[in-house]
């Protein structure tokens, strides 16, 4: 489900990328590609931080420590 976001990305920068290039606004071009690299940092940083903050909550859950926190026997 994470990469759909990538995959859509792609699919529509390139015509972007495509025709302002053959019309030689390279600026459009630039500004682009700059714009989709910061999505996919953004989009990939949380991504991570959504994945490792369930993978740290099953870990806690997990370990015997938790016990000392519940009140049932």
């Not at 953004?42 to 938790?66: A, D, F, P, R, V």
């Amino acid at each position: 489900m994470a990469l759909i976001a990538f995959i859509a990305l792609s699919a529509s920068v390139t015509p972007l990328v495509g025709q302002n290039w053959g019309a030689g606004k390279l600026k459009r071009v630039n500004q682009s590609f700059y714009w989709s690299v910061i999505f996919c940092l953004i989009w990939g940083i949380s991504e991570i931080i959504k994945k490792s903050n369930k993978s740290i909550i099953q870990l806690l859950h997990q370990h015997e420590s938790t016990n000392l926190f519940t009140t049932s026997p």
